[in-house]
């Protein structure tokens, strides 16, 4: 009887945390497979990736005018001029296709979730670390 109560009480501490974050590294691209910790590495079987993190298409519109100046508070570093290497000042294309190559890659830090008793993980995204934020390659 012990035993039992002891199982309820797990089962109603797991129901209030339904959902755990965890973080990760990107080990492998293809076949992927993500390092949470030393000891457990997650293979793609275990995995669901949100779209934007894997090869997409995505139908678009662009409006683009010159001169634009964007301002911090839009773009989050520093104002930027517009710019087109083909010296348009006026540019604007409906319903353009766009193809997202920019899947996950060896090295990327990314954040997943895993619901409590499940055995699935959803990859929700990369993230960089506060001091990072601002660093290209």
């Known amino acids: 009887m012990y035993d039992n109560i002891k199982k309820v009480a797990v089962k109603a501490v797991e129901a209030t945390n339904p959902v755990n974050v965890l973080y ?5 691209a ?18 669901d990736v949100a779209e934007h993190l894997t090869r997409h298409e995505r139908i678009v519109s662009i409006d683009y005018s010159y001169p634009k100046k964007w301002p911090e508070s839009v773009i989050g570093d520093s104002l930027k001029d517009t710019s087109s290497s083909e010296g348009y000042t006026k540019f604007d294309m409906k319903y353009a296709k766009m193809v997202f190559e920019n899947g996950l890659k060896k090295g990327d830090k990314v954040a997943l979730l895993r619901v409590q008793g499940g055995h699935r993980f959803f990859v929700i995204d990369r993230y960089k670390r506060g001091e990072e934020v601002w660093s290209y390659q």
């Open 30 to 47: 293809k076949p992927l497979e993500i390092r949470i910790h030393e000891k457990l590495k997650l293979t793609e079987e275990f995995l």
């Open 24 to 28: 990760g590294t990107v080990e492998k």
